[in-house]
């Protein structure tokens, strides 16, 4: 299993010090940004593109 669980289309709305708020599959939440991992492309408010975060996270929520 990877380390990694990543997410293609998610758009960033909103960011703060400690989260990014953004839009995936047509629902919002935030991120910590504690758990975007280097290789993501969202990462910052106005990014798009693919959301990579910790496997064990992505677990935590139900995404795989």
């Keep these: 299993m ?3 669980y990543d ?3 998610v758009k960033c709305i909103h ?3 400690g989260g990014l708020l953004v839009k995936i599959k047509g ?3 935030w991120i910590p ?4 991992l280097d290789d993501s492309e969202v990462y910052a408010k106005g990014h798009q ?3 990579v ?3 064990w996270y992505a677990e935590e ?3 795989v």
């Design 2 to 4: 990877s380390e990694d």
């Design 7 to 9: 997410e293609p289309n």
């Design 15 to 17: 960011e703060t010090e």
């Design 27 to 29: 629902e919002t939440m």
């Design 33 to 36: 940004k504690s758990q975007v």
């Design 49 to 51: 593109g693919k959301l």
């Design 53 to 55: 975060v910790a496997m």
């Design 61 to 63: 929520r139900g995404w």
